[in-house]
């Protein structure tokens, strides 16, 4: 390849990069820095969701099999609403609209 055919690829890649930089909202990389460590915490047995204590446990009620599964599902469904809310607003370059749900997310699971 001749100097003006290298110069031309770098320009080409340069350019790509820029414009994918350009699409990215404001908290894309950290949103998508999160899912990794997410996936990557798969084996981690102390890692995953977390919700506060339940008023019938701080009294020492025992749970059912049923009702841990209910609140699992409840916990699953609203961590995906919170990323969903803080892709949705990184998408409109919303900046402190994806902050306040991301924060939120992490604060739902630990790595």
Partial sequence: ??????TAALLSAALALAATDAWAGPCTSDIAQFEAAIRASQGNPYAGLTAPQ???AQLEHQPTAGSVKQAE???KKKFA???ARAKRYDAQGNRLGCTRELTAAKRMYIL
């Fill in 1 to 6: 390849m001749s100097k003006p055919g290298i």
């Fill in 54 to 56: 339940s008023v019938g």
């Fill in 73 to 75: 599902d409840q916990l």
């Fill in 81 to 83: 609403a919170t990323m």
